[in-house]
């Protein structure tokens, strides 16, 4: 199940040209805040928040899904999007680069998409 819904974000990044869509499982960790983080950055304010909708859009479609709450639409720099077991990360890449999130958890698992997948 996790990974049939993962699949459908990261093809809702892709669809909206989401760049270096990665997916990292903290389940072997123990500590995190939920299962999977998936992440990607794009090159404008624009772009993350079409990316954004379109995850919304795609995850009610495909998997009945609704998001608990989301945060950092307003600016779009970074927008967090809560689904429970799973957490979206929208960069701006510049702000993917400073926050370097992967870095944070690098020891979990990773899965990177892309078109060809």
Not at 83 to 87: A, E, K, R, S
């Given at each position: 199940m996790d990974k049939k819904?993962?699949?459908v974000i990261a093809d809702a990044m892709l669809e909206k040209k989401g760049q270096d869509v990665v997916s990292l499982d903290l389940k072997p960790i123990?500590?995190?805040i939920s299962?999977?983080?998936i992440v990607c950055n794009a090159d404008s304010t624009p772009a993350v928040v079409a990316i954004a909708d379109n995850i919304e859009e795609r995850m009610m479609e495909k998997c009945g899904r609704k998001v608990i709450r989301t945060q950092g639409?307003?600016?779009a720099f970074w927008v967090i999007m809560d689904?429970?077991?799973?957490?979206v990360?929208?960069?701006q890449t510049?702000?993917?680069a400073f926050y370097r999130l992967e870095d944070l958890w690098?020891?979990?698992p990773r899965e990177v998409y892309g078109d060809e997948d």
């Open positions: 819904v993962l699949k123990g500590t995190a299962d999977y983080f639409k307003e600016n689904y429970g077991d799973i957490v990360h929208v960069f510049p702000y993917r690098a020891d979990a």
